[in-house]
């Protein structure tokens, strides 16, 4: 049973925990690595202008994950969740083959 003053005294480490979880560099660590198992099947690339144009046919120039309908972050984010990456986030100037245009 947790008394009164061992809450007052969890609160701030809790808050803290959460602000520097908060931080770009823990989004960072949880970037998407081309070479997991599922970028590679989407052909996932940290660099939209690396993307393999021979193999994706539906590539296109301006396409990139910050303009996708996919993307959960806003358009000037440097990276954002996506639901084909769970729990892992991805570059806003990358592409995967799932792209699809955002309204």
């Known amino acids: 049973m947790t008394t009164r003053r061992q809450f007052i005294q969890i609160v701030p480490v809790a808050a803290g925990t959460a602000l520097i979880a908060g931080r770009p560099a823990f989004a960072q660590a949880n970037l998407v690595n081309e070479k997991d198992p599922q970028a590679v099947a989407l052909g996932y690339v940290a660099d ?17 994950c910050s303009n996708c309908a996919l993307y959960q972050g806003k358009p000037t984010d ?10 892992k986030v991805v570059g806003g100037k990358a592409w995967c083959s799932a792209y699809a245009k955002k309204a």
């Open 48 to 64: 939209a202008a690396k993307a393999d144009k021979a193999k994706y046919k539906n590539w296109a120039a301006g396409q990139n």
């Open 78 to 87: 440097a990276t954002a969740g996506c639901p084909l990456f769970a729990g």
